[in-house]
């Protein structure tokens, strides 16, 4: 496999999703130099994430992210190319990582499926993909949970969450989405999957449509947190 990876790197050399030097065959998404300066998450952020993001919704049982998303860092070029120059081999990077570093967290939340976050059809035609699939994609590949790409359907195209306040992020996003396969919903653990969760409005809502629906326990998982 590495003389085949060698030889496709020859003709279709890869480059650094930041510093875009050549890659080498061992390194996958990014060079080893930039990929050393994304930082992890503590446990100690996470649990202060969950108790601001989550808490007093009382939707998502709990809540585990890799790496912290820093502006204009290692990690915001890598996520942007996941989702806007079609790298979708990044979200299935990302979704093994999560699923070999935080498997122990995983493991104990008896997840019966894994979901990701849905995008809506026009804007997954427009990209070509949904790179939360992917994430959640990678992640099975570490976990033996089934990935169910269809248990929430995004009904209402939303404003981009991007430049809105707190209170308009759980606005805008109300009500956008619906859940399907109701059938096998009941009484089930889940697991959301987003790429960078900020406020944590999405998921919620996401989790709030799957527990109207019978779910047990909704839990979230991401690539990244930012402020």
């Given at each position: 496999?590495?003389?085949?990876?060698?030889?496709?790197?020859?003709?279709?050399?890869?480059?650094?999703?930041?510093c875009?030097?050549?890659?080498?065959?061992?390194?996958?998404?990014?060079?080893?130099?930039?990929?050393?300066?994304?930082?992890?998450?503590?446990?100690?952020?996470?649990?202060?994430?969950?108790?601001?993001?989550f808490?007093?919704?009382?939707?998502?049982?709990?809540?585990?992210?890799?790496?912290?998303?820093?502006?204009?860092?290692?990690?915001?070029?890598?996520?942007?190319?996941?989702?806007?120059?079609?790298?979708?081999?990044?979200g299935?990077?990302?979704?093994?990582?999560?699923?070999?570093?935080?498997?122990?967290?995983?493991?104990?939340?008896?997840?019966?499926?894994?979901?990701?976050?849905?995008?809506?059809?026009?804007?997954?035609?427009?990209?070509?993909?949904?790179?939360?699939?992917?994430?959640?994609?990678?992640?099975?590949?570490?976990?033996?949970?089934?990935?169910?790409?269809?248990?929430?359907?995004?009904?209402?195209?939303?404003?981009?969450?991007?430049?809105?306040?707190?209170?308009?992020?759980?606005?805008?996003?109300?009500?956008?989405?619906i859940?399907?396969?109701?059938?096998?919903?009941?009484?089930?653990?889940?697991?959301?999957?987003?790429?960078?969760?900020?406020?944590?409005?999405?998921?919620?809502?996401?989790?709030?449509?799957?527990?109207?629906?019978?779910?047990?326990n909704?839990?979230?998982?991401?690539?990244?947190?930012?402020?």
């Amino acid at each position: 496999m590495r003389g085949l990876s060698t030889f496709w790197d020859f003709f279709l050399p890869r480059f650094c999703s930041s510093c875009k030097i050549k890659l080498t065959p061992d390194e996958r998404i990014a060079c080893n130099p930039c990929l050393r300066k994304i930082q992890h998450t503590s446990k100690e952020r996470t649990d202060s994430e969950y108790a601001r993001k989550f808490l007093d919704s009382d939707i998502i049982s709990g809540f585990a992210s890799l790496y912290l998303f820093e502006k204009d860092g290692v990690l915001q070029q890598i996520i942007h190319d996941l989702k806007y120059e079609g790298k979708f081999q990044i979200g299935l990077f990302l979704g093994g990582q999560i699923g070999s570093e935080l498997k122990d967290i995983l493991d104990r939340w008896e997840l019966d499926f894994i979901a990701p976050v849905p995008l809506h059809h026009l804007k997954r035609a427009e990209r070509g993909y949904n790179q939360s699939y992917y994430i959640a994609k990678g992640i099975r590949s570490r976990l033996n949970i089934p990935l169910q790409n269809h248990l929430l359907v995004r009904k209402r195209f939303t404003e981009s969450q991007t430049n809105l306040t707190l209170i308009e992020r759980a606005e805008n996003i109300h009500n956008a989405f619906i859940s399907r396969k109701k059938e096998i919903i009941g009484g089930k653990n889940i697991l959301l999957v987003d790429d960078v969760i900020t406020t944590g409005a999405t998921v919620t809502e996401c989790g709030r449509v799957l527990k109207d629906n019978g779910a047990a326990n909704i839990f979230a998982v991401s690539a990244a947190i930012a402020d």
